[in-house]
């Protein structure tokens, strides 16, 4: 599975397993994927206990390259 198409929700921790119901519900497949924390630690990726730090981009290179072939007026 890729990303295309999937969207981030960002909820309470003790609602987390409402918002999955809820949604799964719906027909919506969903799962919880990490948990926020004090912006200190930063981002990290943590996959079987080894964690990795991620790095923030403060532009999206697919938003730039979008707008960039609208402003050539590519369809």
Known sequence: C???GA???TCKENDAEAV?????KEGIPC???GKM????TG????DREEKTNIIYREKDPYWEA???SIKLGWK
């Open 37 to 40: 924390t004090e912006k200190s």
């Open 7 to 9: 969207m981030l929700i």
């Open 43 to 46: 981002m990290k990726l943590v």
């Open 20 to 24: 999955v119901a809820t949604l799964e």
């Open 31 to 33: 799962v919880q994927i």
């Open 2 to 4: 890729n990303g295309a």
């Open 66 to 68: 979008f707008y960039k």
